[in-house]
């Protein structure tokens, strides 16, 4: 146990090499865009059959936000798809612990999976709003002080603005 090696990787997370990729999925468990739609499209339906049954087996009303869960990786070139709940972001209300939270837990199940390498998104820095600067300082905050038997987490940033922010903060 103990804290992982970080690396920056600028690119698709659906090309990454890893133990476990994860997925900055939503409650239902059952796919939408952003990289939630990559990983389900380059995964095939694999993935989503194991999302469903996890929907009927254990997860019903959905998969609560900050909460994380483990699938096959279908055809991607993983073991396993971690699936976590980021926050939508919010001006009224401080949701940084949930959002910290996708981050312990993940790695919580990568252990649980045995995953040694791990490839993160920037969690709800899309669709679900979150500035960019602040989703960095929150996911490298957390990884940093994980004690945990994964050693290597890459974070996967598709643009210039998302690897700049990351690159700030792991400094
Ligand atoms: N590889 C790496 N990063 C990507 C990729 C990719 N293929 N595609 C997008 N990004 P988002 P969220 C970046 O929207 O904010 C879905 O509908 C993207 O530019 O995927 O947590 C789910 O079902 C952004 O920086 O996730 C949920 O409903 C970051 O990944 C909702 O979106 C995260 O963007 C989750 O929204």
């Known amino acids: 146990m103990g804290t992982p090696d970080i690396v920056l990787v600028?690119?698709?997370i659906t090309d990454q090499h890893a133990d476990a990729i994860v997925n900055a999925a939503n409650s239902s468990l059952l796919g939408g865009g952003?990289?939630?739609g990559a990983i389900h499209r380059r995964g095939g339906p694999e993935i989503l059959a194991a999302c469903r049954a996890l929907r009927a087996s254990h997860y019903g009303k959905g998969l609560a936000t900050g909460r994380a869960v483990a699938?096959?990786?279908?055809r991607l070139h993983a073991e396993h798809?971690?699936?976590?709940?980021?926050?939508?972001?919010s001006r009224e209300e401080d949701r940084s612990e949930l959002l910290a939270s996708c981050y312990r837990e993940s790695l919580?199940?990568?252990?649980e999976v045995g995953a040694r390498t791990v490839a993160f998104p920037a969690v709800s820095a899309g669709i679900y709003g979150w500035p960019m600067d602040d989703a960095a300082r929150i996911a490298i905050g957390t990884v940093r002080a994980a004690d945990t038997s994964v050693t290597r987490v890459s974070f996967v940033l598709f643009d210039e603005q998302a690897y700049a922010a990351f690159a700030t903060h792991l400094d």
Do not use: E, K
């Not at 699938?71 to 279908?74: I, K, L, N, P, V």
């Not at 798809?81 to 972001?89: C, K, L, R, S």
């Open 34 to 36: 952003g990289v939630d």
């Open 108 to 111: 919580r199940v990568a252990d």
């Open 71 to 74: 699938t096959t990786a279908g």
């Open 81 to 89: 798809v971690i699936h976590t709940v980021g926050p939508v972001f």
């Open 10 to 12: 600028r690119g698709d």
